[in-house]
């Protein structure tokens, strides 16, 4: 489960382009020497979700790299603050492959896929929808879409639920997701997938494990698995 990830390139471009800020703001910043060029290379020192590791949900896993590539540039931008560009970073991460979600869409009563006129309304400036007609881990959905829903289904009363579809854009890939808001009393939410329960749950027993090999290495050495397992 704890399965290990070389994770850095996304990290090394966000360095090296913060960085630029100084050399655009500050004349004559980029004939000074380069002083503080770092090189990180080590485990993730960040803050891990409550499972105590990241998951990759098969078959959506560009929603779990957007995770990780936020939480791995928060760690860099806590650590290093002030660096030079040419610095870098290689960070061993755990992850998690997990199952498909198994969760089901709420009932919704209208679907609508965002248009490019719909992102550039949104602003069409730095780490806006409308930049690039998409939104990013810099772009949270949830800080435009409720107002988006308010313009657009402004004649819907309370309890009205739509699905709203967009592009995503995460570690150089584009990828089509959706989520659902709620008309209440107080404004649009964001609802929830509902959760999906199994017709049949089958924990595993000492047999089980056993069966599948009892030498070092194998579950049934100690009916459990592991890492490498």
């Known amino acids: 489960m704890n399965k290990k990830l070389i994770y850095g390139l996304c990290a090394a471009s966000f360095l090296m382009t913060?960085?630029?800020?100084n050399e655009d703001n500050f004349p004559g910043f980029d004939q000074e020497p380069l002083t503080d060029v770092v090189y990180y290379e080590g485990e993730f020192t960040g803050k891990y979700p409550?499972?105590?590791y990241f998951s990759l949900v098969q078959g959506d896993e560009e929603s779990g790299k957007a995770t990780i590539e936020k939480a791995l540039i928060e760690m860099l931008k806590d650590t290093y603050p002030y660096c030079?560009?040419?610095?870098?970073?290689?960070?061993?991460?755990?992850?998690?492959?997990?199952?498909?979600?198994?969760?089901k869409e709420p009932a919704y009563e209208d679907a609508y896929e965002l248009s490019t006129a719909d992102y550039d309304a949104m602003g069409t400036g730095k780490n806006e929808p409308g930049e690039h007609d998409n939104f990013s881990y810099r772009i949270d959905p949830n800080d435009y879409l409720p107002d988006?829903?308010?313009?657009?289904?402004a004649d819907k009363a309370e309890g009205f639920i739509c699905k709203i579809i967009y592009k995503y854009y995460s570690n150089r890939v584009t990828t089509t997701q959706a989520k659902y808001y709620k008309k209440g009393a107080d404004g649009w939410t964001e609802e929830p997938l509902i959760p999906y329960d199994a017709d049949k749950k089958l924990p595993l027993e000492e047999q089980d494990y056993d069966a599948m090999g009892i030498e070092a290495g194998e579950p049934g050495a100690n009916d459990t698995f592991v890492s490498d397992e």
């Open 84 to 103: 030079d560009k040419g610095s870098s970073a290689k960070i061993k991460v755990k992850v998690a492959d997990v199952m498909p979600s198994q969760e």
């Open 18 to 21: 913060a960085c630029d800020y």
């Open 148 to 153: 988006f829903c308010a313009g657009k289904y």
């Open 50 to 52: 409550t499972e105590g």
